[in-house]
């Protein structure tokens, strides 16, 4: 899904139907009914089957239109347009078997149907596509095979990883510099005898002389080796145990990763001390973090159900006011620096209005987007986040990228929560060295009893807007310049913990 996230203004320009999934979709349910055999003799009444096959064409076109079905080019299909495609079916599926047992009590219709009738879909999507691409890969290898053979570069692959799939893809699709591989060679002996698209995995480096001199003798010729080892070390090291063997054949050692700019071996050691995160300190406090995890993970499940239908008014409201999409997406940094996307009931117009002129602020604010916010609305989206572990309930908020400290902080070591510290001591009237203190206070003291104080007070302030509280602030700075001071005098990672603001 990640991969296929776009800008709120731009997300509508990609929802499609293709003509030939439509059609497959209004197949689908029939050769479902055949399938099971279903009568369809004179006595028998036809309109729950025109019922359910009217209502699975259009879930069918519906749900592949929200689940992008046909963006994916054929030519290219992957596992994840797999998967797009079995989600899709199943939501298409679900939605006619609910409508029809609402209208019909699925009268005449065999309970089996709506198992059937998904596999049929999904069967029928994936296979169009994996037809499609098919023919296409023939004419490709097609194409590869008119290079004369006087022509080609035989090449040995070193590592049996992700690298070397992508290179043999590479090659047998373009057949860059006439390149052909001619075997493969793996540390890993278990992997010795099976193939990368049908290339055979010969041995290790060490067997690498006997196979050029088996390769020799039966006319295949050998230009080099090249070592498609993701891991840098990793990659130098085959690299020392060939360079002797191919310096006294001539032939030539290549690195992948090198020449597609992964890394050089002229790439300097970066020092960790200057790019790592502050570890939580070692207290009771993360322990209380793991058992957190979880259950707010279970909590915000219960509490999507329980708001359900503060969604649906939230997304009724959005659509009638500001049009699709109803939830859009932010980039943020998550836990341990690592970028995560929340996801937010759009509360402003776009940027751009359809003259192409950029709107100032106040002009994208609407009165729905303003009740949203002053609420908390537009961020039960985010519950999903929970749910999916790359938020909590509870936890400094995630910050856009511009908004991080520059060093790396403390309050990145945790997962970034709905609410937290810094918001029930100010929001948006901290600045953002007070927020980053209140939150790594925050992660130094966190408990049962100081997460119940936050949720409690988050109700208040969202009934009373923020207020800027200067106890805990204090306290939380005091800290602060605390941790600073005894950085520099020694470089121990004691944690000084300040009198409780609580």
């Known amino acids: 899904m990640r991969r296929r996230l776009l800008p709120s203004s731009k997300s509508i320009l990609s929802r499609r139907l293709a003509v030939a999934d439509l059609l497959l979709a209004f197949l689908a349910p029939g050769v479902a009914f055949l399938l099971r055999d279903a009568p369809f003799s004179p006595e028998v009444h036809l309109e729950p089957y025109a019922i359910y096959i009217g209502a699975a064409t259009g879930f069918s076109a519906l749900f592949c239109i929200q689940f992008r079905v046909a963006d994916g080019l054929p030519k290219f299909f992957s596992f994840h347009d797999a998967i797009q495609i079995a ?10 078997t609910i409508l029809v047992f609402t209208l019909t009590r699925l009268e005449s219709i065999p309970r089996s149907i709506p198992p059937i009738h998904f596999l049929a879909l999904t069967a029928a999507l994936i296979g169009a596509r994996l037809l499609f691409r098919t023919v296409l890969h023939r004419q490709e290898v097609a194409a590869v095979s008119d290079v004369p ?15 070397a799939w992508f290179y043999i893809r590479l090659l047998d699709t373009f057949a860059a510099d006439n390149r052909r591989v001619v075997a493969i060679l793996d540390e890993n002996r278990t992997l010795h005898g099976r193939s990368i698209f049908g290339h055979v995995i010969m041995g290790d480096t060490g067997e690498a002389t006997p196979l050029l001199d088996d390769l020799s003798q039966h006319g295949v010729d050998v230009h080099g080796f090249v070592i498609c080892e993701r891991e840098r070390d990793k990659a130098l090291e085959l690299f020392d145990r060939l360079q002797t063997l191919c310096l006294e054949r001539g032939l030539e050692l290549e690195i992948l990763a090198e020449q597609i700019g992964v890394y050089s071996r002229e790439q300097e050691e970066i020092v960790a001390d200057d790019h790592s995160i502050k570890e939580a300190p070692a207290s009771g406090s993360n322990g209380y973090f793991t058992v957190k995890r979880l259950v707010e993970r279970v909590l915000a499940a219960v509490l999507m159900l329980a708001f359900s239908p503060l969604f649906a008014l939230a997304g009724l409201l959005v659509r009638i006011d500001l049009g699709a999409p109803v939830i859009f997406w932010q980039r943020r940094i998550g836990r341990n620096g690592r970028p995560i996307y929340i996801y937010k009931f759009k509360s ?30 537009d961020e039960l989206p985010q519950l999903f986040n929970v749910v999916m572990g790359d938020m909590a309930l509870i936890g400094p908020r995630p910050l856009l990228l511009v908004d991080q400290p520059a060093e790396h902080s403390l309050r990145l070591s945790i997962a970034p929560g709905l609410t937290g510290w810094a918001q029930i001591h100010g ?71 300040a009198p409780s603001a609580f």
Not at 149 to 163: F, S
Request: include cysteine.
């Open 87 to 96: 989600k899709a079916s199943a939501c298409a599926v679900t939605a006619t």
């Open 348 to 377: 402003m117009r776009n940027a751009v209005d359809a003259s192409g002129r950029r709107l100032q602020d106040a002009e994208r604010l609407t009165p729905v987007g303003r009740f949203l916010r002053a609420t908390r609305f």
């Open 149 to 163: 053979h006087d022509k080609e570069r035989g090449v040995i692959i070193v590592g049996a990883g992700r690298l």
């Open 427 to 497: 929001g948006k009237l901290v600045t953002a060295g007070e927020k980053n203190a209140l939150d790594e206070w925050y992660v130094r003291n966190a408990s049962l009893r100081l997460d119940v104080a936050i949720v409690l007070r988050t109700l208040v302030i969202v009934l009373t807007g923020d207020r800027r509280n200067e106890g805990g602030l204090s306290a939380a700075l005091a800290l602060a310049l605390q941790d600073k001071s005894q950085e520099l005098c020694d470089d121990n990672n004691n944690v000084v913990r």
